[in-house]
């Protein structure tokens, strides 16, 4: 099951993301990202069958967190799986109940499915702004990028980054970089919110970053942006609450 977002490249085949961030501070922390094409006249029983699981899980381990999104852009028949960010010996463990939970709905869950892809998104910690209230925000703006210099780009988003943390900047954002795919850089921003009107107008993100490097500096950083930048998209996902086990 995404985040989320998933990428350009999971919308094209690279998965990753959307919305998981349990702020704990390994060197990396891993979302286990699943995107699902739902058949279109089989959302009523993926939605059931999905509780259901969810609910054989809970019953196994309740300290699990997870998130599902459904697209509200492009292919609307898809739905993001994200469990939340754990180290990566996390994935070494093996838990007989959950795999009974598995064996119990996994045909009944894939016969609702056209196709499914999965990838690791690995949270780029120091590109990311956290805040607080991350749990209660359910919209996500996902953007993918396809990058011409993925390092350029990257050393760019941490400067962003520092002055974001630097200036008490209050709009929350993370970075993935994503594995599952060759189609797309696997680099991609998840940007959360807490309703469609937090959309309206300029939240002045850019204007902040320019006062605090200035004009001359901001705009050399911004043309080596756009220099690799070889294309973006960028998606809209709605948490599903009835479907997501947060903690909230």
């Known amino acids: 099951m995404k985040n989320f977002i998933i990428t350009a490249g999971c919308f094209a085949l690279t998965c990753t993301a959307v919305l998981a961030d349990n702020h704990e501070d390994p060197e990396e922390l891993v979302q286990r990202v699943y995107l699902d094409y739902v058949k279109t006249d089989q959302h009523d029983e993926f939605r059931q069958v999905t509780r259901e699981w969810n609910a054989c899980m809970i019953e196994v381990d309740a300290d699990l967190r997870w998130s599902v999104y459904e697209a509200h852009t492009g292919n609307l028949n898809r739905y993001a799986f994200v469990m939340a960010g754990k180290p990566w010996g996390w994935f070494d463990r093996d838990n007989a109940e959950l795999d009974d939970c598995y064996e119990q709905f996994k045909d009944r869950y894939y016969a609702t499915i056209d196709k499914t892809f999965g990838s690791f998104d690995i949270i780029l910690n120091e590109h990311s702004n956290h805040v607080d209230d991350d749990v209660d925000r359910k919209i996500a703006m996902v953007t993918a990028f396809e990058l011409a210099d993925r390092q350029a780009f990257l050393e760019n988003v941490k400067k962003y980054t520092e002055a974001s943390r630097e200036n008490e900047w209050k709009e929350p954002y ?24 937090d959309f309206d107008g300029d939240n002045g993100f850019w204007d902040m970053l320019k006062e605090h490097f200035g004009e001359e500096e901001f705009e050399k950083m911004r043309a080596q942006d756009r220099e690799s930048i070889i294309s973006y998209s960028t998606d809209i996902w709605v948490r599903a609450a009835e479907l997501s086990h947060t903690g909230e």
């Open 174 to 197: 993370y970075f993935y970089a994503s594995l599952g795919g060759a189609d797309a850089s696997g680099i991609y921003v998840v940007s959360p919110v807490a309703s469609f009107a």
